[in-house]
């Protein structure tokens, strides 16, 4: 077997491991949230992380190996964690009667420092080999500037593009507006509050005990 065709067929591997780890995981979120917007919104967004990742490659002129693709499918995983941070916050927003367009505003400025700090370090992680620094960063150094790339483009993509597809998505479901809200929602949402901060405070206890010892 030619080198080329080894090549074609690795890349095939990787293409369907891509798109079964998309399903799982937009079947995993569409139990968990049980709802159709959030994962087609989280998914969309994440699988625009490749072009992040193909062009980091073209800048450092690197080719495009299996090494290089594995760290643009790991690069897809960050941007859709990224982005459930974002959508999380919408929905708690949504519950407390908020309009649609302000919750996604507010969430997008509360969630910038977080996804910031979580793609600069690990983006910074992944500075030693993308440099090429130490002993067999040289076969890493594909897959390192690939996850870089995807990371730079993750909070592009976790603060626009995915609220942007939720909101669409919304909006033709509920042309009026945001979803109807719950009245019961703040109450819930203050008595959730209440029991994890009574866990915190318990743990906190604990923690002063076993010090204590």
């Known amino acids: 077997m030619s080198a080329e065709l080894c090549f074609r067929r690795r890349i095939r591997n990787l293409l369907l491991v891509l798109a079964m780890a998309v399903f799982l995981g937009f ?3 569409l139990v968990e949230l049980r709802s159709f917007a959030e994962p087609v919104a989280i998914v969309t967004g994440a699988l625009l992380a490749p072009f992040g990742a193909v062009l980091a490659l ?49 969430s997008g400025y509360r969630r910038l420092r977080p996804v910031l700090m979580t793609s600069m370090a690990a983006a910074f992680g992944m500075l030693q080999l993308a440099w090429g620094i130490g002993s067999g960063a040289d076969m890493l150094r594909p897959l390192a500037i690939a996850i870089i790339g995807a990371l730079c483009i993750s909070v ?18 509920h042309p009026a507006g945001a979803p109807p809200a719950d009245p019961g929602a703040p109450a819930r949402m203050l008595a959730r509050e209440r029991i994890w901060l009574r866990s915190w405070r318990v743990q906190a206890n604990g923690w002063r005990m076993s010090w204590g010892r």
């Open 27 to 29: 079947t995993v979120l």
């Open 58 to 106: 073209w800048i450092t002129g690197t080719s495009l190996n299996v090494v290089s693709f594995l760290g643009a499918i790991i690069g897809v995983g960050i941007v859709a964690n990224n982005a459930i941070l974002v959508l999380d916050l919408v929905e708690h927003l949504l519950e407390q009667a908020q309009s649609l367009e302000e919750a996604l505003v507010r």
């Open 156 to 173: 592009l993509l976790s603060l626009v593009a995915t609220p942007t597809v939720f909101h669409v998505l919304v909006r033709r479901r």
